[in-house]
């Protein structure tokens, strides 16, 4: 998909804090994981570790899909935490 090797190409270049131009929202904290907007019609689910330096995708989901998504994105995000032992 375009609007994922863009947003992959512009993380690669950020240093320091989220890449500017997308609509960031948090949606758990613990670990915490954001929401992003891809185009109008898509969501990505995402988790940055050390940091910004390293985002890993969680999923992918069409729009009227959220609450389905973002349920299954926990579950995901929270099983890749424990995998890697992070406090």
Request: hydrophobic share 40%; glycine share 6%.
């Amino acid at each position: 998909m375009v609007l994922i090797n863009r947003f992959q190409e512009v993380w690669r270049e950020t240093t320091e804090d989220l890449p500017a131009g997308y609509d960031f929202k948090i949606i758990d904290r613990n670990p915490t994981i954001h929401q992003i907007r891809l185009g109008s019609d898509y969501r990505a689910i995402l988790m940055f570790l050390n940091g910004i330096a390293e985002c890993h995708w969680i999923t992918v989901f069409k729009k009227g899909n959220q609450a389905q998504g973002i349920a299954s994105a926990k579950l995901q995000a929270r099983a890749l935490w424990n995998e890697r032992g992070e406090k």
